[in-house]
């Protein structure tokens, strides 16, 4: 509501507050009505928007945008006109008619609810992390036991070990003594390996690297 106050400061206040309360208004009815119908635009007279048509048909058909859970409104539509339920590979919801539409739950390319499409999806995922892995076990497998170029201690600085293998022999000569011998080898991911041998007497001795 307009001031009585004759400051043009305060009367140009009083506009700019004025305006902003109609335009809050204006967007939360809007807000209340687009939410009320989900990814419906209504297209009643009072209420209306250039190209509604074209908004709910991009909604319900790109995948980026559709809801993966339809509207109560898209729902009873649905069950009004005996439809079924389905979500695809993406997780979008579709309602699909058995008079006209051929629906075949056996696939994995349609699944009756939500938590079915979660389960194919857990599946794949659990399939490529298995795949994943047997590839990284036979490129280990093939660099561990195929003849590797040997490498000084100081060219293996800052290579990515792969793999590792150690053999230890023990001897004891006619006198009692007892001589241990370590062998490591180490391989890499580029094919390369590199070889360390320690003789210590009577078994002590460590390793260092």
């Known amino acids: 509501m307009p001031s009585e106050s004759n400051n043009p400061w305060d009367q140009l206040k009083d506009s700019i507050d004025d305006a902003r309360d109609w335009s809050t208004r204006t967007i939360d009815l809007a807000n209340r009505k687009f939410n009320e119908y989900s990814d419906r635009v209504q297209t009643d007279g009072w209420y209306s928007l250039p190209g ?34 389905a979500w695809t590979r993406e997780g979008i919801w579709k309602c699909l008619m058995p008079s006209k539409d051929e629906i075949d739950f056996s696939d994995n390319k349609l699944f009756r609810d939500y938590t079915g499409y979660l389960d194919f999806k857990l599946s794949m995922y659990k399939a490529q992390q298995a795949q994943l892995e047997n590839d990284r076990r036979k490129r280990h497998q093939s ?20 793999g590792e293998r150690s053999f230890t022999q023990t001897i004891t000569d006619e006198t009692g003594h007892t001589e241990t011998k370590r062998t490591l080898y180490k391989y890499f991911d580029d094919g390369t390996a590199f070889k360390k041998e320690e003789t210590s007497a009577g078994g002590k001795g460590s390793w260092f690297w």
């Open 143 to 162: 660099v561990m036991w195929r003849t590797p170029k040997f490498i000084s201690e100081e060219e293996a600085q800052g290579k990515n070990a792969v």
């Open 52 to 85: 509604a048509d074209l908004l709910n048909s991009v909604m319900s058909e790109n995948p980026l945008v559709a809801s993966r859970v339809p509207s109560l409104y898209r729902y009873s539509q649905c069950k009004e006109n005996n439809g079924v339920s």
